[in-house]
């Protein structure tokens, strides 16, 4: 089976680290978003590849060339960019004669769910999760027996707390190409773009049977929160809890982290759920919940809950203080 990867998107709600990467490239616990959906489609036997590039998009099939080159990759376009749904029926003649079927994944989604389980499941899958705030999300309804039979985006009054969380399994591409077709004939935007929401729904109208499968996790990656608690939920995983670290000066490491090649480290407090990149300086610095970037410099700061971009430097206050009794000090 192929799998296609939309990646156009501007990264708006990641600003300012989507103001030169791209937002599928943003690095999370020892990878890129994109590095860890590929990884997770890789092992589950998935070796051919639709990109949808838009923005930065030359940076998007530098970084698959260059560390996934065993990958049959193909690298669609998307200007201008008006959707999901546009994005898709751009790429449809990549996949539309697919016999084997097709699995979309949005590109900057990271999901726990047995992909191998799902791409055995009979007929159309959708993934999805239930939510707390449905009306933000594209959002699934079903009848008793389990199937679907309505997909809407971001409604204004959801009749279901169950969110698609951007991976779809089709199994007759050409049907899902047609829909598209539709959409973008006859103009159906919903919210001012071409949605898939749209074009599944059509197919939904036409006969078609879909089916949901429930994720253990979803980290919508597109934004600050979100990608912290994604890095923290990831650097948890057995992988990374077993990890072995090289000995840095007068430093405690508090586990989960994940630390680059060729670090320079010392007098600091790292952790837990700290990420941190190739060839970054880390010096006298408490930091836990955080991603650092590569080529990064950190001195004299307390730091959690922070992303900080590569080739990027801070430097906290260097106090020396005589206080006498009684002394209350806020820098807070």
């Known amino acids: 089976m192929k799998a296609v990867i939309p990646v156009a998107g501007i990264g708006s709600r990641l600003r300012p680290h989507t103001h030169t990467q791209p937002k599928s490239l943003v690095p999370v616990a020892g990878n890129t978003i994109l590095g860890h959906i590929i990884d997770r489609l890789q092992d589950a036997g998935i070796e051919e590849f639709v990109f949808i590039i838009g923005y930065l998009g030359e940076k998007i099939e530098s970084y698959v060339r260059r560390y996934y080159p065993q990958l049959r990759s193909t690298f669609v376009i998307q200007e201008p960019r008006e959707g999901i749904g546009h994005a898709l029926w751009l790429a449809r003649d990549t996949f539309r004669h697919d016999q084997d079927g097709v699995l979309i994944m949005l590109g900057d989604t990271i999901v726990d769910v047995d992909l191998r389980e799902l791409l055995r499941t009979e007929g159309n899958v959708l993934a999805i999760k239930e939510v707390k705030t449905p009306s933000i999300f594209g959002v699934v309804e079903t009848s008793n027996s389990g199937r679907v039979t309505k997909v809407i985006e971001k409604p204004r009054i959801p009749k279901s707390n169950y969110a698609l969380v951007g991976l779809y399994k089709i199994a007759d591409p050409a049907w899902l190409a047609s829909a598209l077709e539709r959409i973008i004939e006859q103009d159906l935007r919903t919210h001012n773009e071409f949605q898939l929401t749209d074009a599944l729904m059509l197919m939904i109208q036409d006969g078609a049977q879909m089916t949901t499968a429930p994720v253990d996790?979803?980290?919508?990656?597109?934004?600050?929160?979100?990608?912290?608690?994604?890095?923290?939920?990831?650097?948890?995983?057995?992988?990374f809890l077993g990890n072995k670290y090289p000995e840095f000066p007068d430093t405690i490491i508090i586990p989960p982290?994940?630390?680059?090649?060729?670090?320079?480290?010392?007098?600091?407090?790292?952790?837990?759920?700290?990420?941190?990149?190739?060839?970054?300086?880390?010096?006298?610095?408490?930091?836990?919940?955080?991603?650092?970037?590569?080529?990064?410099?950190?001195?004299?700061?307390?730091?959690?809950?922070?992303?900080?971009?590569?080739?990027?430097?801070?430097?906290?206050l260097n106090h020396s203080l005589n206080i006498g009794d009684n002394t209350e000090i806020d820098y807070s």
């Open 257 to 316: 982290v994940s630390i680059g090649k060729d670090c320079q480290i010392s007098h600091s407090i790292i952790g837990p759920n700290v990420a941190i990149g190739d060839r970054t300086i880390v010096k006298n610095t408490i930091l836990s919940d955080s991603i650092i970037g590569s080529y990064s410099e950190l001195r004299q700061a307390v730091m959690h809950d922070c992303i900080v971009g590569s080739d990027a430097s801070f430097r906290g």
């Open 217 to 239: 996790h979803w980290f919508d990656c597109g934004r600050k929160d979100s990608l912290l608690e994604a890095n923290a939920k990831l650097l948890n995983r057995p992988e």
